[in-house]
């Protein structure tokens, strides 16, 4: 045990007494896999062509983008904060590197680091309102979400970028699986969930923002430098939006003012989904990724169904209701 | 480790398993099995825009009278094309035979509609043109241009000569349905842009709230205009609520555009002096005859089919074809 004996609350961390693979699933994912088995099982039998590796593939590429986002709010949430901003700053990322390609003749590569540079920009900005001037990071990140909302459509007036290089719609090329085509960016999407699961659970980087989330002051009172850990987290959040602004480019194949307007709160919605809990300090990135595929599934087994498409919003409603009620008995019944 | 902690999760583990299987036990005595029926695909712009709700209903008809399954998927947002490149890939995977779809971005659909025609699909567009507009197997849909057009020589008409100063309430840089129906009344009303009768432009997204902002604005700088062209009619009630404000309803033509059945209402009531109507109706039967033409012979559309635009109003100008409003009332959509 790392915790004092001070003032603190007993409630700090306490991540050395869990095993390792506790600490690497999180703990809280179970009822989350339970409940894409039981979306998989549901529409395997209610839709023609539902179970097949072609769907899972499908499935797969469609939350690359929403994945990814919910990769980098999850970082935030369990740092006991909230940010609102991921899809406007994934929009501008995107405008950025796709201009600073078609437009101003830059090096591909150049522009697509450019852009992911964007996004890591207003992750520090985010982070050091947070952090320095102590400002609550819902009301940092709505400020965020309009300021980089204005300057996406006032940078690419408006239009929609064609005509982009290659190498920045390389990640939505495929390669055959079976008889299914897997992008490879959703392959990307695997790979940071994994690193990040591995980092989360065996760095002292990890470690302290599980202890961060939970118990801001007691962390601090241990000697952790608490603030520019979090400050931190904000930015590597906002590389990793960033990633996901070239994985929309690579998806769509443009540069596209317009996205990003719903991936706010989807991400959130992923987040809550995957068992991790808004208040801090508690959850899993896997729990995350479990909550992009169960909405993931859910939509596209409804329409393959031939739903009507607004009771997709009326299920994914439900589903977040019912997470967090689980989440709150679960938790009352283990204190 | 509290031993409370693994005993729950196995009893959730377990419950859920139960659960699972008594779900695949109710479905599998459904009997849905596999379904031999044609699918079709239809995939609109939003989910509240009455001009797609009427065409997803009349598809529904279409489907069932033909024994067909029709497959509804929309975006989340004008504008959404991430969403409805989503919607196409996994009704391909349903297996459509062909999909109808109002595109949200015209040039950025493209490669999705060719990915489904070499897969044997028919893809074809309601409403909205692609760019090009060949990308498509065939258009069903109003000629925007003509729609302005009307209107415009309506506005002539009714002028009789007097001089105008006009404001125009448009939709959005950059989108071709707000461009043409407004290049459309310049044309109708015999002038150009940069004409000096015309003394305010401004944007409204289509939007009642913003036009009412608009239309105060160019009141404010101009308050002697007597022509407002609104690009469809929540813009035409939203100037109509300011111009009433500012007392010059009786010293102003209001012309709109679309047929709803509000928009109908309002040119019974005076509020609008006209409103050109267009045919969802009809996009939508033809589209769908079209799509199940194709799914039985495998004879491809093409080509673009205007499904026309009727002046509505109460008040005819000499040389123009019109209809009243009690004929409208009987065609509108959206009622």
């Known amino acids: 045990m790392t915790t004092t004996s001070t003032t603190a609350p007993p409630a700090a961390p306490v991540l050395t007494e869990q095993t390792w693979t506790r600490r690497f699933l999180g703990g809280s994912t179970t009822g989350p896999l339970c409940a894409l088995l039981i979306a998989i099982a549901f529409f395997s039998t209610m839709a023609d062509n539902f179970l097949s590796l072609n769907t899972a593939a499908l499935v797969l590429q469609q939350v690359t983008v929403i994945g990814t986002l919910a990769l980098g709010q999850t970082l935030i949430i369990l740092s006991a904060g909230i940010d609102l901003s991921v899809g406007a700053v994934m929009a501008f990322g995107s405008i950025v590197m796709t201009k600073l390609a078609v437009d101003s003749g ?112 007691g962390t601090r009172l241990t000697g952790v430098p608490v603030r520019r850990h979090l400050q931190s987290v904000y930015l590597v959040a906002g590389l990793v939006f960033g990633v996901a602004a070239l994985l929309m480019v690579a998806r769509t194949g443009v540069g596209d003012p317009k996205v990003g307007q719903t991936e706010n709160l989807e991400s959130i919605t992923a987040v809550v989904l995957g068992g991790t809990s808004l208040f801090g300090g508690r959850g899993a990135v896997l729990g995350t990724l479990l909550g992009v595929l169960i909405v993931g599934v859910v939509r596209s087994g409804l329409q393959m169904m031939g739903v009507l498409p607004i009771y997709q919003i009326l299920v994914t409603g439900i589903l977040v209701i019912l997470a967090v009620t689980f989440d709150q008995l679960y938790r009352r019944r283990n204190r | 480790m509290p031993k409370t902690r693994g005993w729950s999760r196995l009893t959730r583990t377990i419950t859920v398993l139960i659960v699972i299987s008594l779900a695949g036990l109710v479905t599998s005595g459904c009997g849905s099995g596999s379904d031999d029926r044609i699918k ?206 500012a007392g010059r309803t009786d010293k102003t033509t209001l012309v709109a555009i679309d047929g709803g059945c509000p928009g109908v209402e309002a040119t019974a009531q005076g509020k609008f002096d006209t409103t050109a109507m267009q045919f969802p109706v009809k996009m939508a039967e033809l589209g769908m005859d079209a799509a199940l033409e194709y799914a039985r012979t495998g004879d491809r559309p093409s080509g673009y089919t205007d499904t026309g635009v009727e002046l509505i109003t109460d008040d005819p100008v000499e040389g123009l074809d019109s209809k009243d409003t009690d004929w409208g009332a009987k065609q509108c959509w959206g009622g």
């Open chain 2, 40 to 245: 079709i695909g239809l995939i609109t712009k939003t989910e509240t825009n009455p001009i797609f709700i009427e065409m997803k209903d009349t598809a529904l008809i279409a489907a069932e009278e033909a024994g067909a399954q029709l497959l509804t998927a929309t975006g989340e947002f004008d504008g959404d094309n991430e969403g409805q490149v989503s919607a196409m890939e996994n009704m391909i995977a349903a297996g459509v035979k062909a999909i109808l779809i109002t595109p949200s971005d015209t040039k950025a659909i493209v490669p999705s509609v060719k990915r489904a025609q070499k897969l044997g699909i028919a893809v074809i567009s309601l409403d909205t043109p692609t760019e090009p507009a060949d990308a498509t197997d065939g258009l069903y849909g109003t000629d925007n241009f003509r729609a302005g057009e009307v209107v415009g020589e309506y506005a002539k008409a009714k002028l009789d000569g007097k001089p105008a100063k006009i404001a125009t309430m448009d939709l959005a840089p950059g989108v071709t349905v707000g461009q043409l129906r407004h290049d459309g009344f310049l044309k109708g009303f015999g002038i150009k842009e940069g004409d000096e009768q015309l003394v305010c432009e401004e944007y409204t997204q289509g939007d009642q709230t913003k036009a009412t902002t608009a239309m105060e604005n160019c009141l404010q700088a101009h308050p002697d205009i007597n022509l407002v062209y609104t690009i469809n009619e929540p813009a035409g009630l939203g100037a109509h609520t300011a111009l009433k404000a």
């Open chain 1, 106 to 217: 830059l090096p591909p590569v150049l522009a697509i680091l450019a852009g992911i540079a964007v996004c890591g920009l207003f992750g520090l900005a985010n982070g050091m309102l947070v952090t320095k001037i102590k400002l609550p990071p819902f009301i940092v990140t709505l400020g965020m979400l309009n300021v980089a909302y204005a300057l996406t459509h006032i940078y690419s007036n408006e239009a929609t970028i064609t005509g982009v290089p290659a190498t920045l719609t390389a990640l939505g090329e495929t390669f055959p699986v079976g008889d299914a085509r897997v992008s490879y960016g959703s392959l990307l999407m695997l790979v940071l969930f994994a690193a990040f699961a591995v980092v989360l659970a065996n760095t002292a980087w990890g470690r302290r923002l599980y202890a961060t989330g939970n118990n801001f002051e």
